[in-house]
Each structure stands twice: as C-alpha cells, then as structure tokens.
C-alpha cells in the first residue's frame, strides 16, 4: 500500500458468511489522477477483483475543501445539479478474478485553483446465505483527484524563524516535495526524510536539520508536479 494521502483503506461493515473470517479485496491501477486543460476531460481508473467470489462495487465521489489543513473537509457530492466529477459506473459487479474500468469524467475547468477530490472504490455486501455468524472484512480505496487550471503551476517559497523552516505555495496547483537534502556545500549533503504534498494556497513546516542554522547552507527538494520532478533549493 502507498502511505498517507495516495491509498487509505477504509474498513466499512461486517456481514454473515460462511467461513469464521474472510475479506472482500479490491485494487487500482493508480490512485492519483490528473486531469490537465489542455487534455481530453476523462480519465480511467481500472479496478481489479483477484477474489474468488463477486465484487459489488460502488463509487462514490468526494469534494475536498481546504485539503492539507486542519479545516479540511470532505463533502459528499450527490446533486446531480452540482457535480462536477463524475463516476462511471457508479455500481457494477466484478466477477472473480476479473477487472472493471471506472471512468472519470470532469465537467468544469476550474478558473483560479485546482479542484480537489476523493474517490472512494467502495465493495459493498451481496446476497448472502449464511450458517454460522462470522465477519467479513471489507475494505475500501480512494484515488485522489486534481482538477488543474488554465495556466497551472506552484510556487513555492520559504522563510525560517525558530529553528523551522516554512514553505508556502502562492501557486494555483499542488506540488510534492520529496528527495529532500540539507547541504553544506554542493559536495557535502545529507538526505532528509520530510517531505509532503503542499496544496494550493497552503504551507508547510519543518524543523530544521540538526546542525543547521541560518545563514549555513541550504534544503532542496524535488518538486514533482505529478509528472516531472525539478530541484529547487532554499536558503537558510
């Protein structure tokens, strides 16, 4: 499984079955989705049953407000008046060891910052004959989708005050750092482990490197824009 915001399981209800324990599994080709103005507004997510049995499959699709903070919230978007994402099929049935494709639909291009979404691959429970009462595990997966703009790029910048360094992005769409490093000099660098995915508007802090302090070196990261990845550095 991928950490954090990329792949989160969700464990969802319990039913009878037949056997003491089980599982409904499921998984996905990707869970990020991009979808970009200048292409074709669909995108697929293909979803796979390696099960011996039926998957019932249902899908659901999540607004994302202020992601990245601690408003964050994730609205339920059913009103065929407001959405702007869709899903399709909504439901279907897997049958074993097969794979469905799930087609995503955007019907907006966003004009000041990229939307944000979750969608959630839920398996929900079929008829079932049971003997004994038992659980059954179900687990669900979200994919998390951009809506990009016209134009669309980050900008990120930093300052540093209390032995933290703050990074903020004033850009229109989000951008993950990783592959950070905090060098001395260009021959002398030590890799860090932070790292995260800075939305639109927000920011982002972290301690500064044990040795480090302002005016000695720099941090750079990779900034992957969810296709390429560019170094940038930052001044202590």
Request: charged share 20%; aromatic share 8%; hydrophobic share 35%.
């Amino acid at each position: 499984m991928l950490l954090s915001s990329l792949k989160r399981p969700l464990a969802l209800a319990t039913a009878l079955m037949l056997s003491s324990q089980a599982h409904a599994a499921l998984s996905l080709d990707r869970v990020i989705v991009y979808f970009d103005p200048d292409e074709l507004p669909r995108q697929d997510v293909v979803v796979f049953n390696p099960d011996p049995e039926n998957l019932y499959l249902q899908t659901e699709v999540y607004h994302v407000i202020n992601p990245g903070t601690e408003q964050e919230e994730r609205v339920r978007v059913t009103d065929p008046a407001k959405l702007k994402l869709l899903a399709t099929p909504a439901k279907a049935v897997l049958p074993p060891n097969s794979r469905k494709t799930v087609r995503l639909v955007s019907l907006e291009t966003p004009q000041d910052k990229e939307l944000v979404y979750r969608v959630t691959f839920r398996p929900v429970v079929g008829e079932l004959e049971a003997q004994e009462t038992a659980i059954k595990l179900l687990i669900a997966y979200q994919a998390l989708v951009f809506v990009r703009p016209q134009n669309p790029e980050y900008k990120v910048a930093s300052t540093v005050s209390n032995g933290k360094m703050t990074f903020t992005n004033s850009g229109n769409m989000n951008v993950v750092l990783r592959n950070g490093r905090y060098c001395i000099s260009e021959d002398s660098c030590t890799n860090l482990n932070d790292g995260t995915r800075i939305y639109a508007g927000g920011r982002w802090e972290m301690p500064l490197p044990e040795g480090s302090a302002p005016g000695r070196g720099y941090i750079q990261y990779g900034m992957f824009d969810g296709e390429f990845e560019e170094t940038q550095r930052f001044t202590l």
